[in-house]
């Protein structure tokens, strides 16, 4: 008869930082995802966008109820997050129908990578299970919104390329060239990269032209321009890169903004939404540079890299000093209270 060691269960085992960390930076993004997609879908029209936003909400919704439970099973403080207080419902459309598809297509794109790289960092059985949970919805709802936006004609498809008819190897160290000339083609990994940067940054253009719209504040109506005026920036560098490379230039297929001025988030919200962005794209920019194997490339994202940190920064200097931002969870300070 064969020995099983009995299993141990997840409850006996206290959170660690690792979980306490992702359990906790979910549950914010959730709780903004939850009050983004009640807003949309209280004027979403689209019949056949419906059944889908509804359940990517349902989605957000039970994530968010999920991890209070792990926290309250814990005795562990519930972040504050999102709530109703955070919407208002009566504001006009800000976003047309396709923007909502647009939306539950990036954010579950994003999901999967970050859900992913949170995943790995966790070993209690409960917690993991459910962020593999997370990536499988965030997988299946991206699959839908790819579905439906390439029935719609809103998905810009990422460039063709030829195939190789054999595997070669790099012989010259020239492959890493291109600042000084002598550049050789785009790689599939590359051109990849530069496709998904674009696209992220129209995301951020629509956006961030939605809230500059409605926001009152003049200091922080243009910090949102600025912000806007930086993807916009990456766009038209990304977009000469292909161009150079006689490769065509990727273009919006449709503004989804109305010309609507009143607000329909706090800004708290709207902050808290720029800064998740600000960060997603200094990890993928990052992970672009990692992969760039062209000199000029990696010199480009070094670049912005430092841009859109700078931005960022101010960006997380104003939701302090209006204390907008919850902090995460701290260790232990025992210098103070060796004191």
Same mark, same amino acid.
């Given at each position: 008869?064969?020995?099983?060691?009995?299993?141990?269960?997840?409850t006996?085992?206290?959170?660690? +930082?690792?979980?306490?960390?992702?359990?906790?930076? @979910?549950?914010?993004?959730e709780?903004l995802? @939850? +009050?983004?997609?009640?807003?949309? /879908?209280?004027?979403?029209?689209?019949?056949?966008?419906?059944p889908?936003? #509804? #359940?990517?909400? !349902?989605?957000?919704?039970?994530?968010?109820?999920?991890?209070k439970?792990?926290?309250?099973? #814990? !005795?562990?403080?519930?972040?504050?997050?999102f709530?109703?207080g955070?919407?208002?419902?009566?504001?006009?459309?800000?976003?047309?129908?396709?923007?909502? /598809?647009?939306?539950?297509?990036?954010?579950?794109?994003?999901?999967?990578?970050?859900?992913?790289?949170?995943?790995? !960092?966790?070993?209690?059985?409960?917690?993991?299970d459910?962020?593999?949970?997370?990536?499988?919805?965030?997988?299946?709802?991206?699959?839908?919104?790819?579905?439906?936006m390439?029935?719609?004609?809103?998905?810009?498809?990422p460039?063709?390329?030829?195939?190789p008819?054999?595997?070669?190897?790099?012989?010259?160290?020239s492959?890493?060239?291109g600042?000084?000339?002598g550049?050789?083609?785009?790689?599939?990994?590359?051109?990849?990269?530069?496709?998904?940067n674009? #696209?992220?940054?129209?995301?951020?253009?629509?956006?961030?032209l939605?809230?500059?719209?409605?926001?009152?504040?003049?200091?922080?109506?243009?910090?949102?321009?600025?912000?806007?005026?930086?993807?916009?920036q990456?766009?038209?560098l990304? !977009?000469n890169?292909?161009?150079q490379?006689?490769?065509?230039?990727?273009?919006?297929?449709?503004?989804? @903004?109305?010309d609507?001025?009143v607000?329909?988030f706090?800004?708290?919200?709207?902050?808290?939404?720029?800064?998740?962005?600000?960060?997603?794209?200094?990890?993928?920019?990052?992970?672009a540079?990692?992969?760039?194997?062209?000199?000029?490339?990696?010199?480009?994202?070094?670049?912005?890299?430092?841009?859109?940190m700078s931005?960022?920064?101010?960006?997380?200097? @104003?939701?302090?000093?209006?204390?907008?931002?919850e902090?995460p969870? /701290?260790?232990?300070?025992?210098?103070?209270? /060796?004191?």
């Amino acid at each position: 008869m064969s020995f099983q060691k009995p299993q141990v269960k997840p409850t006996n085992i206290e959170l660690s +930082c690792t979980e306490i960390g992702g359990l906790w930076g @979910v549950y914010i993004q959730e709780s903004l995802t @939850v +009050c983004f997609l009640t807003y949309l /879908l209280h004027h979403l029209q689209d019949g056949e966008i419906l059944p889908l936003a #509804e #359940e990517a909400l !349902n989605i957000s919704k039970g994530r968010v109820e999920k991890i209070k439970s792990f926290f309250v099973s #814990e !005795n562990f403080p519930v972040p504050a997050g999102f709530s109703e207080g955070d919407v208002n419902l009566a504001a006009p459309a800000l976003f047309h129908d396709t923007f909502t /598809l647009s939306f539950i297509y990036m954010m579950n794109r994003l999901g999967m990578i970050n859900f992913a790289f949170t995943a790995t !960092n966790n070993v209690r059985l409960d917690v993991l299970d459910f962020f593999n949970e997370c990536i499988h919805t965030s997988t299946e709802m991206f699959g839908k919104a790819v579905r439906m936006m390439l029935e719609k004609g809103i998905y810009d498809r990422p460039p063709k390329m030829n195939y190789p008819h054999k595997i070669e190897y790099i012989e010259k160290t020239s492959f890493l060239d291109g600042i000084f000339g002598g550049k050789r083609p785009l790689n599939a990994i590359e051109l990849s990269e530069i496709f998904f940067n674009i #696209e992220r940054n129209y995301f951020s253009v629509i956006i961030m032209l939605g809230f500059a719209q409605v926001i009152e504040d003049k200091k922080l109506k243009d910090l949102m321009i600025r912000g806007k005026k930086i993807s916009e920036q990456q766009i038209e560098l990304f !977009n000469n890169l292909l161009m150079q490379e006689d490769l065509l230039g990727t273009v919006p297929v449709s503004m989804e @903004v109305t010309d609507s001025t009143v607000s329909p988030f706090s800004d708290k919200l709207i902050f808290s939404m720029i800064n998740v962005l600000n960060s997603v794209d200094i990890i993928l920019i990052s992970h672009a540079l990692a992969l760039s194997m062209r000199g000029d490339l990696t010199g480009h994202y070094t670049k912005i890299i430092a841009q859109v940190m700078s931005y960022g920064k101010d960006i997380f200097d @104003v939701m302090v000093k209006q204390k907008w931002i919850e902090q995460p969870p /701290l260790t232990t300070n025992r210098k103070k209270l /060796l004191e």
